[in-house]
């Protein structure tokens, strides 16, 4: 009698619960960099034409510094994922790249005053 053979493939698949939540990060990341960038604009149309430079400036910096924030959140979290995939040479390139991104965010933010 033959014998049956059955041949399995392993397949990887990441969980939706995960996917669910660097979609949820990745939206309002997005959404609150949006405001804060187009508060920015105005902020910045007010300080050309108006005498309250000093404080809108400071509140400008703020929220620009808020939005590179969320749009680091969008940015890190599917980074990582990927970074994941290329091994330990991928995350160690990842927390440098990171590290770098952020600290010119923050010399940005420091810059502005």
């Given amino acids: 009698m033959a014998k ?3 041949k399995t493939t392993k397949t990887t698949r990441r969980s939706t619960t995960e996917r669910d939540v660097e979609k949820f990060c990745a939206f309002w990341a997005m ?3 949006a405001i804060l960038y187009i508060f920015s604009g105005i902020i910045a149309l007010v300080i050309r034409y108006a005498d309250v430079a000093g ?3 400071t509140i400008l910096n703020i929220v620009r510094f808020l939005g590179n924030i969320a749009m680091i959140i969008a940015i ?4 990582y994922k990927y970074a994941v995939t290329k091994g330990k040479n991928g995350k160690i390139l990842y927390w440098i ?5 952020a600290l010119g965010v923050v010399l940005g933010f420091i ?3």
């Fill in 4 to 6: 049956k053979t059955t």
């Fill in 31 to 33: 959404a609150i960099a």
């Fill in 55 to 57: 404080i809108f400036s």
């Fill in 76 to 79: 890190a979290l599917p980074a």
């Fill in 97 to 101: 790249f990171l590290v770098i991104f």
């Fill in 111 to 113: 810059g502005g005053f």
